[in-house]
């Protein structure tokens, strides 16, 4: 408490976090495509098969690996802000917008 925070640390970690979900999940899925799946069982009005495939990739995220991956950094991420207690509404930005490219 009474620090100051590491911005450029917290943004890399931001960053680091981002790379990792998006291979995690090219992972994950990689022997199985859930999306056209569950498009194929929509479109034959097979609401139950889509919602079987749903509820599988809902347990597969919210599994307990993945739930500790991602609290853990975003523990990290959080120790890198100020912690100095004094906090100015215009000054609070999400993560995407900070992260966002310029346009």
């Known amino acids: 408490m009474g620090k100051g925070g590491n911005i450029p640390l917290k943004n890399q970690l931001v960053n680091a976090k981002a790379r990792l979900v998006k291979e995690l999940s090219q992972k994950m899925s990689k022997n ?13 009005k097979n609401f ?20 500790e991956f991602e609290n853990k950094m975003n523990h990290l991420i959080s120790l890198c802000g100020d912690l100095r207690g ?3 509404l215009g000054e609070i930005k999400s993560n995407k917008i900070v992260n966002a490219p310029k346009v």
């Open 32 to 44: 199985y495509d859930y999306s056209s799946e569950i498009r194929y069982h929509l479109e034959n």
């Open 48 to 67: 139950q098969a889509a919602i079987e495939i749903a509820k599988f990739m809902a347990i597969k995220y919210f599994s307990e690996d993945t739930l």
């Open 86 to 88: 004094k906090y100015n």
